[in-house]
């Protein structure tokens, strides 16, 4: 035999807002999630975030291989790769934190 619930309310999981937790606007979510003008928003500028911050981060990098690496072809080869690789790690990185971070 099932125990009777103490509490009358439902369950968070079908908890219903009638407003974004953000902007405030009038639309039917689930509990704690955004508007899809908010979720645009925070992409956005998570976009534009990690790729300068991959920009500037790769050209101190390539700068740096241009002063130091040797006159070596495939030294310069794996160097250019490793910048390439840098650029992408990097941008991604940020731009998840930014994703997660941002208000």
């Known amino acids: 035999m099932l125990r009777p619930r103490l509490s009358q309310t439902p369950l968070v ?7 974004c937790p953000r902007c405030h606007a009038a639309v039917e979510l689930p509990f704690g999630t955004l508007c899809r003008t908010c979720r645009d928003q925070i992409e956005r500028r998570a976009s534009r975030l ?13 700068i740096y291989a241009v002063i130091r690496m ?34």
């Open 70 to 103: 040797p006159a070596d072809p495939r030294a310069r080869l794996m160097m250019t790769l490793a910048v390439v690789v840098w650029y992408v790690l990097v941008r991604l990185t940020v731009q998840r934190a930014a994703r997660e971070l941002l208000p």
């Open 13 to 19: 999981a079908g908890l219903v807002e009638h407003e």
């Open 50 to 62: 990690g790729h300068l911050a991959a920009a500037v981060t790769t050209a101190a990098l390539a």
